[in-house]
């Protein structure tokens, strides 16, 4: 067996990683519920794992979803983790030719050009020499461009970048290092040996001034130093991702979940942040002044900081949920967070409201508490409803309903459970076929949080197919509209189609390049009660703004919430989707121009 003292920085190096990685997954699975550990195995043992090995290599390696949002920023990241995994693969591939032993120590292949320093290479010598060439090349392109990025991030289309804590910084210059340190080792050999291609061949014409034979050991002792460093800093740095990302793609693709705050699940979304900083950019409060971005999140999560302004300040719009390439569920895990110590709140609760009428009926309307502040959508939903044809009933006409959602964002479970059962048991007894509801926050909850035993739609969703089934009246108007996706409607609950239709039947469709997934927050989320009214009123004036509302003679959305949010700053009249659907039957008994009148005097204050 070839050994040589200098590789022992890499292979302690190496040692190190592969144990650390080893311990620290196998206490994440172990900590796995049994049922989350059948998941998880029934995936690696079945044809579905063929999706994880192709995310991985998609994503891992090629980083495909920062190349569609950041080309340069893609290519930087790819040209590292794929190329580097290409040298080692072509290295592996080499010594099969050039090495006497058929198994082989894992530092052969890294040093191979130490160890068989080919004097005269033949044809598929020469071939490999340039296909190394050829990869360290486009890994040093890749180690050039993270050194501009760090003091241009501009030009790779991020506003902001990251800081990095004192082993980040040692790690990053280690990678740094690394390439740069095997071309001079390879250039040298190249100049002794002649056995280089056209990088190193170069180089080793320039060296040849120098005292190559002497400088070459030491070249070799330098690359297997910061191979270690960087190894025995990964894990404790932001490339502990490297690895974790890869057990995070499985048991995603395994089906499993963050349930409460400490989960497995958990500490690997965590341990995979890149701290690649794309969140930042998606986070409106950025533009505030506020550093509440997942990034910040994580990093203080995963070294255990206090945090509690980055639980609470945040929107909860998962705006950099789906801009983040990891697909790390940051919103889940700050949900989860808030349940902790807040279950202060009464919860022996005297409901008011019990049910006077259970005549079956075929649709339940549900309005919402925020919809019970813009009386245009409930007159509007009453005249859709009326003109429908089913027969239907108001289940929360007393105002006197919630469906748990603020306590639930509030960490208050216990509370929430409560409100969530009576309500269950109210909408389960009103005998109806299809519960519609107003407000896209009631909407999921009832989605995800109720089982009920009936259909749940939104009132978008509600008007289309009344629409499509020519249950309604609908009259086109000369009136051109953008739309906002609510965004717990859109990047919530998927919903984006369905409100177009409706928009499109009425009136012309304006585009927005802020639109479904991409759209923007308006600011009054219910989600953060930290933030003061000003700043929410800021964030909608340049959500406005970014959608460039003035070129549309309405602003129309499908949420009670971002209406009132909108309708305080916008230039131009803001409509729930409802309204405009109820002004295009015709002889609406909801006359438009007082439903504008209402909404303007619903001020946001009544919030
Ligand atoms: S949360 Fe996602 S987008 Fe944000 S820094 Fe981490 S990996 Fe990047
Ligand atoms: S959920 Fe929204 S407000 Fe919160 S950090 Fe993400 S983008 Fe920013």
Redesign the pocket.
Known sequence: MKFDWFVVPFLAGLTFVFGFCGIKFYRWIRQLSRGEKLMLKKHVFSRSLWLSVKEIFSESLLHRKIFRTHPLLGYMHASLAFGWFLLIVLGNVEVKFYSEYSVNPPYVPIFLNYFEPVTAPNFFGRGFRFLMDLLLLVILSGVALAYFKRFNSRRFGMQRTTQHHFLDRIAIISLWCIFPARLLAESLSAAIYHNGSFLTNTLSKWLSALPVESMLYPAWWGYSIVLGAFFFTLPFSRYMHIPTEVLLIILRNAGIRSHYFGHPYQEVDTFSCSRCGI?ID?????AVGNS???VY?LRSLRYQKPHENLTEN????????EACPVGIF??DI?RHERTLGHEMCNTHYAFKYQLKNNTPIEVLYFAGCMTHLVPAIKKSMTSILDHSGYSWRMLDADEEICCGRPLLLAGQITAANKVIMHTRSLIENSHAQLLVTSCPICFKTFSENYRLSIPVVHHSQFINMLQQEHRIPVHRRNISVKYHDPCELGRGMHVYNEPRSVINRIAHLQPNVHEKAKSL?CGGSLG?TYIDMETKLQLADQALQQMEVQSADYLITACPLCLKTFSSVSPIAVKDIAELAAESIKDTIVPFVKVIEENKSATFAEK
């Open positions: 969140c998606a986070c409106q409060l950025a509440v971005q997942p999140y945040c929107l909860l719009c998962g705006r950099c949920v940051s919103t700050r927050c953060n």
